[in-house]
């Protein structure tokens, strides 16, 4: 080989190798506003006929103020975990949802939250589940996520952990609100030994599940994703039940090769049909887009098990699905063209 040729083909892999390297950054969305979140807050029997024009204005400006929080971290190049963090705070702070001040009842009286986040470049996680006395279960999900070598913690253990680490801690009765308390007074009257007590004081019915779990999944400027799910999980629950929110592949799930997905709805259906993780893999293996692998796992799997409830979910290509089986899932999004959309009911409904 000549020393000209020799010189032209080191040029020449050098070249397709930058070329490589650059395609990977491009579609890594490292575009200054390829950004996007989703968020929700409770699957279940949510119907436009029975609510008031007050409530859903209360719902749909604190959706609207928790989709703002967490786009704004990612507008200043922050990471999705700050932003789905961000975003899940303002909820776990509102009475409007089942989750952190607003949860739902144990039939003991008492409030036992659930959270977890799971970071999707590196696929570490964190969870929490049993917790009475942390005001924030996310922001502690995550420091279980960063600062242990563990993937969950419960109870006693998940809050002395909290303390250590100087979280808020506050009186188990900071979550109370009197609607949910009202709600578990009817939910042991009918002796229903679970959940699927309405939010809204509607007539109790087997199908009236309305629940309120909050969940956020979020897409940063590096091309990371990002889920977490925080919620006070079923009223009148016993015996230490634990739903689906602080189980990684059941309730959160986030892999950047996939999509970030986060659930609410009967949590023990979720577990059983592993939903978040299923959904994630059928991209990965059946090489399924997000839009037909959500639907699927909702509206087929979810359902053939008995299920209810939905799921948000978002790609690294800003791709958005958020299918559900019940009257109503509160959910938003903004998206990567900065198009904020909030809904609350059913196609029949909205
Ligand atoms: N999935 C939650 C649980 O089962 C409840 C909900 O999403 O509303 O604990």
């Known amino acids: 080989m000549s020393l000209k040729r020799a010189f032209l083909s080191i040029f020449t892999a050098f070249w397709v190798l930058s070329s490589v390297v650059g395609c990977t950054a491009d579609s890594s969305g490292a575009s200054e506003s390829d950004v996007a979140i989703v968020i929700h807050g409770g699957a279940g029997t949510i119907l436009k006929a029975t609510m008031t024009d007050e409530t859903e204005a209360a719902y749909r400006a604190k959706l609207e103020e928790a989709l703002r929080a967490g786009h704004d971290v990612l507008s200043e190049g922050r990471s999705s975990l700050d932003a789905v963090i961000a975003a899940i705070q303002i909820m776990e702070d509102s009475p409007l949802f089942n989750s952190g001040v607003g949860a739902v009842f144990t039939s003991e009286g008492t409030h036992e939250l659930d959270a977890s986040i799971m970071d999707g470049a590196t696929r570490n996680a964190g969870a929490v589940a049993g917790v009475k006395t942390v005001r924030s279960p996310i922001a502690l999900a995550r420091i279980v996520m960063e600062k242990s070598p563990h993937v969950m913690m419960s109870g006693s253990g998940a809050e002395a952990y909290a303390e250590e680490n100087g979280l808020e801690m506050v009186e188990n009765s900071f979550f109370y609100t009197e609607r949910r308390f009202n709600a578990l007074k009817r939910a042991q009257e009918r002796e229903m030994s679970t959940l699927q007590v309405d939010a809204f004081d509607l007539p109790l019915s087997p199908g009236a599940e309305k629940i309120g779990t909050v969940g956020a999944v979020a897409l940063d400027r590096q091309g990371n994703l990002a889920a977490g799910t925080s919620t006070g999980g079923m009223t009148n629950k016993k015996f230490g039940r634990v739903g689906d929110a602080p189980i990684i592949g059941a309730g959160t799930y986030a892999d950047n090769r996939t999509a970030a997905i986060s659930a609410t709805g009967h949590g023990e259906y979720f577990i059983r049909g592993v939903i978040a993780h ?28 008995g299920g ?43």
């Open 278 to 305: 299923d959904i994630a893999s059928r991209i990965d293996y059946a090489g399924e887009d997000l839009v037909t692998a959500a639907n699927a796992v909702i509206m087929d799997k979810l359902g053939e098990l």
């Open 308 to 350: 209810t409830g939905g799921v948000i979910s978002l790609d690294r290509s800003g791709a958005i699905a958020m299918p559900f089986n019940t009257e109503g899932m509160y959910r938003g999004y903004i998206d990567m063209d900065g198009n904020m959309v909030i809904q609350i009911y059913g196609p029949s409904g909205e």
